[in-house]
């Protein structure tokens, strides 16, 4: 048999010997199996102590720790393919079952508690890894917390039994653990008394009071108050008390959904697939019960996903809530069973939510995690109808609301309806953006919501009292102007004070001296508050800084309650009807005007505290799942005053942010954790901003960061980075001289990555400024040369410079050179595997673009198809519509002019929905192409000349000239003269011969045509 102590130092005994483990990761993954009673996964161990290492490595020394730890024990490791466990009896779990046990002896508990003061893991740490010591020091929390349980509930059984002073000695335990429970000091106070010291009884809540002071900023609450003047003046009862649970009463019923008949027909008539409704209105007026009743009435399956003010910097938060809620349906096995959805689309779900299945390993990409989440919405759709509700949309971060933009825009074929509900936005908001974007593509109706009429208003009091509803309506009418929420909180307070009974009884004459404007109702609310236990207002100061929503732990834990006081807390505040309960020990806000009366009554000091508290409940509540919650605890310890603290959850945040391609989100967090880490991080950090806001196209913002990480940089390397990443962020600047300058000061002494890099970026540089290709060749030849030459095993990088070299001979007219480059750059990628997919697909496109240039169609047509079903194989979706325009371009060399359409069409149409710019004024140009070839010439003028001042204003200087060469026969010989000049002074700049002979050829075209009409 196997016993393991963990309390105190660690101790392992196998058959009544003491045996120990030699090595300390041997230990530490021993601790960690002894720790869990249920299995956990090789997953889950491996991130935690061999986070820094390739997976297969990982693995490797997973499978050695686990032989050396069966070397010594011989039994109780249970090992698969998948899980681990440990079987052994461990002293914390014994633990753990005696204190939730229903039924348990004194002596029993009391055996199981360790005496003194005792750590988890005593004495153990490993300290170059940081995931272990962050689940040590929460697991050293949670089991201080479990001590504390065992030593109240041992107090208890104590004080039931008339053993006043161990029962103390037990309260002194938890008050060693946390003095701030101040239910737990009036218990020691009390029994203090009772056992007949009242001096110290005394001097206890002198402690006390001198703590919450210090600690919290808070007074003792009335009911330390009282018993402590009970004490004085030795008026103390001697019977102990046991406190009673209040339980809620739902007394007030739901009122009827009335006056908003407009609204439902309006919503029923215009919502349709493809196009938002925006239920918009104030606080209060009844926005989301409306949109619940359409749904109710429509039918299907309806998903909700809720945006929280306090949680509007967490990436696809909604989105998230809604999917859970989606998979935690009794039906969603057999549903699940009938989406034909691939496994790539799976994984990639598998970012949001692990549950669905586990995340993909390769860097995350934006447009592919929108398109799976899209592709599972529309395949749910298919089996069902779907209702998605988007609720307070004014809160919902910046990714959620591009992912539902792209919902809308791929959802019109399939039943699938969409609302939200939002508060008026700000002008320069992220919901204001998206609002315009959708208006100008007729994808959004916008239903304002306004107050009650007075008929509505009438129904609700025959709803309450048909004897007297005219003048409870009246009332009701002039107090609250038909505010939703405002009625109810007039009709509580009618009820408590006795004007308004169940049966329906109204005191008229009272009713009628109460005049009550609607800028008053606060008070009533109040009023409300006023009414509250200290306990219960703790316990409400704390949730209002935790959310709209929130856990019982937490709020437990941060207003320093035991959880006997903080559940008659909870229990009071729902009679009040503050707060209703939700499912899994969550409970929420009855309203955000709730919330704002709260929030304004708390002082900066104790709301500072309160924060601190908040963050360090969350990380014992969620040790195992601590990713999830990073960026919650990041706020918190901010706004409590812990920037330091808060700077290792805001870059754990961040990289989870990172993780969905969350970019924008990523970087707010990348920034908060610059207020907190270590001076010798900050460049390492700066450069992990501009990273993230590069990704989201936030070029400008990206350089600013790469310079401020250049000059922080304390480190050589630290600066080299930040130079080759400034240098990448001013390309898409169209900043070419200053890339040019950055990288041609590089030290020769780098290392051949860095070398390489700053060659290719120097090329690429050169190839889109167009004045050089010959010199953007060379530095490209220079880049290749040191990948090879020094073997750098990149096989993406080398297959990248090739596609480059690639690219520069195609713009200067070598087609049999630039299909050489890309043949090779598709050898190399093919070799890499899915680290160089971008290049496996790109290859064979641009290959099949250059063949058809050269006349092989056939082949041209071969290699577009391989590389869309490699683009469609790895939800390679953002490449997608450069592959849909070689293949419009393919089907109209073979005379399919209906397939090109549709193909650029499609195109078009993903890349207006991804962003990419260039691609929109390279496939409106095709568009012109298809117009052309069906005769519809003033058509084709249309799009290539809109196509034309896109790609001038993108510096797009190739397509540019393309473009002019395309439109020139179609316009008057003037018109057409100044293009090809045009034209010509761009291709000649760049040395493009293809283009300046196709010039040359429409040049002569014209002079015979006008030779032909003289």
């Known amino acids: 048999m196997i016993t393991v102590c963990l309390l105190g130092s660690p101790r392992i005994v196998v058959n009544d010997q003491p045996i120990s483990l030699p090595r300390r990761r041997s230990r530490a993954l021993f601790y960690y199996l002894a720790t869990h009673t249920r299995p956990v996964s090789r997953e889950q161990v491996l991130s935690l102590l061999w986070p820094d290492h390739e997976r297969g490595a990982a693995q490797q020394m997973l499978r050695s720790t686990l032989y050396d730890i069966r070397r010594v024990l011989r039994e109780g490791l249970v090992t698969d393919e998948e899980w681990l466990a440990l079987e052994a009896v461990v002293d914390v779990r014994h633990l753990q079952t005696l204190v939730a046990a229903a039924q348990v002896d004194a002596a029993m508990l009391l055996n199981a508690l360790p005496t003194g003061d005792v750590e988890f893991l005593a004495g153990f740490a490993l300290p170059d890894c940081e995931p272990f010591q962050l689940w040590l020091e929460a697991e050293r929390e949670r089991t201080r917390a479990l001590l504390a ?91 102990p008390t046991i406190p009673m649970r209040l339980r809620p009463s739902l007394t007030n019923g739901s009122f009827p959904f009335t006056g908003r008949e407009l609204e439902l027909a309006t919503l029923h008539s215009e919502a349709r697939p493809g196009r938002l409704v925006l239920i918009e209105g104030v606080p209060g007026i009844g926005k989301t019960r409306l949109a619940e009743e359409f749904f109710t009435r429509r039918g299907g399956l309806v998903m909700i996903g809720a945006a929280r003010e306090l949680e509007q910097h967490l990436p ?166 038909g505010n939703p929420y405002i009625i109810v909180e007039l009709i509580r307070h009618a009820r408590t004070a006795g004007w308004l009974t169940d049966n329906g009884m109204v005191n008229i004459s009272t009713l009628s001296a109460q005049p009550i404007v609607p800028q008053t109702v606060s008070n009533l609310i109040e009023t409300r508050l006023s009414r509250l236990s200290e306990a219960a207002r703790r316990v409400l100061d704390a949730a209002v800084l935790v959310g709209r929503e929130f856990e019982f732990g937490v709020v437990a834990r941060a207003a320093a309650l035991s959880d006997d006081a903080a559940l008659a807390a909870l229990d009071e505040l729902l009679v009040a009807r503050l707060i209703v309960p939700l499912a899994d020990g969550r409970y929420r806000f009855e309203h955000s005007l709730t919330m704002e009366i709260v929030r304004r009554d708390g002082g900066g000091l104790r709301r500072q505290m309160l924060h601190r508290r908040i963050g360090e409940a969350l990380e014992v509540l969620y040790r195992e799942q601590i990713d999830d919650v990073a960026g919650q605890i990041a706020l918190h310890f901010t706004k409590g005053g812990w920037r330091e603290r808060a700077a290792g959850y805001a870059l754990r945040a961040a990289e989870r942010a990172a993780s969905v391609a969350a970019w924008s989100e990523a970087a707010e967090f990348y920034h908060q954790a610059l207020m907190g880490v270590p001076v010798n991080q900050r460049a390492a950090v700066l450069i992990k901003l501009g990273d993230a806001r590069l ?42 001289a200053e890339v040019i300058e950055l990288v041609s000061q590089l030290d020769s002494a780098a290392d051949p990555s860095a070398q390489a890099t700053a060659l290719f970026l120097w090329g690429t540089a050169l190839s889109l400024e167009g004045a050089d290709l010959a010199a953007a060749a060379m530095r490209l030849f220079q880049a290749e040369q040191i990948l090879r030459t020094h073997a750098v095993t990149d096989g993406a990088a080398l297959a990248h410079v090739n596609f480059e070299l690639g690219n520069v001979a195609a713009q200067q007219g070598d087609l049999d050179t630039a299909i050489a480059r ?110 052309l070839r069906r005769g519809e010439t003033t058509c084709a003028v249309h799009y290539l000349s809109s196509a034309l001042a896109q790609a001038d204003t993108l510096g797009a200087r190739h397509l540019a000239a393309q473009i002019r060469i395309w439109l020139a026969p179609l316009l008057p010989a003037g018109e057409a003269r100044t293009l090809l000049a045009e034209a010509h002074e761009i291709a000649e700049i760049g040395g493009r011969r293809l283009l300046l002979a196709e010039i040359e050829r429409l040049r002569s075209a014209f002079t015979d045509r006008e030779i032909a009409i003289r």
Request: glycine fraction near 4%; charged fraction near 20%.
């Open 149 to 239: 349980r065992g030593w109240l509930r041992l107090a208890r059984l104590y004080e039931q039994q008339g053993d006043m002073v161990p029962a103390l000695a037990a309260l002194d335990q938890v008050l060693k653990i946390d003095p701030l429970q101040e239910d737990v000091q009036r218990d020691a106070m009390r029994l203090a008394y009772l056992s007949g010291d009242r001096v110290g009884a005394i001097r206890r809540f002198e402690r006390l009071r001198d703590l919450l002071d210090q600690e919290l900023g808070v007074p003792p609450m009335r009911e330390t108050q009282a018993l402590y003047d009970a004490v004085i003046t030795d008026s103390l009862a001697t019977s």
């Open 316 to 481: 696809y938060l909604p989105i998230r809530n809604a999917l859970h809620d989606l998979i935690s349906r009794p039906d969603w096995p057999l549903l699940r069973s009938q989406l034909q959805l691939a496994p790539i689309w799976w994984h990639e779900l598998g970012r949001l939510l692990p549950d669905l299945a586990p995340p993909p390993a390769g860097f995350p990409d934006e447009a592919r995690l929108w398109e799976a989440v899209t592709r599972l919405l529309l395949e749910l759709a298919r089996h069902t109808p779907v209702r998605f509700l988007f609720d307070d949309l004014q809160w919902a971060d910046v990714s959620t609301l591009g992912l539902l933009g792209y919902l809308l825009r791929r959802s019109a074929d399939v039943d699938l309806l969409v609302v939200s509900t939002s508060c008026p936005p700000e002008p320069r908001s992220a919901l204001a953006s998206l609002i315009r974007s959708l208006v100008r593509e007729e994808r959004l109706f916008r239903l304002p919501i306004n107050r009650l009429d007075q008929t509505a208003v009438l129904v609700i009091a025959r709803h309450l009292s048909e004897p007297f509803a005219h003048p409870l309506a009246d009332w009701l009418e002039q107090s609250a102007e």
């Open 695 to 736: 990704q989201s196209g936030a070029a400008a913002a990206a350089a600013e960061a790469f310079r401020d990480a250049m000059a922080a940089a304390q480190m050589p390397n630290d600066a080299l980075v930040a130079r080759l990443a400034l240098a990448r962020a001013l390309i898409p600047q169209g900043r070419y």
């Open 822 to 931: 890309y043949e090779q750059a598709c050898r190399i990628a093919d070799e890499a595997g899915t680290q160089a997919m971008t290049w496996r697909i790109l290859s064979r496109n641009n290959q099949a673009y250059h063949r058809l240039l050269r006349g092989e169609i056939e082949m041209a047509a071969a290699m577009i198809t391989e590389a869309l079903a490699l683009a469609e194989e790895w939800g390679a979706l953002s490449l997608q519509p450069y592959l849909l325009s070689t293949a419009g371009e393919v089907a109209l060399a073979q005379d399919d002019v209906t397939t090109a359409a549709a193909r650029f069409q499609q195109g078009l149409t993903l890349a207006t929905q991804l962003g990419i710019p260039e691609r929109i004024a390279g496939i409106t140009a095709n568009l012109g192409l298809v117009a």
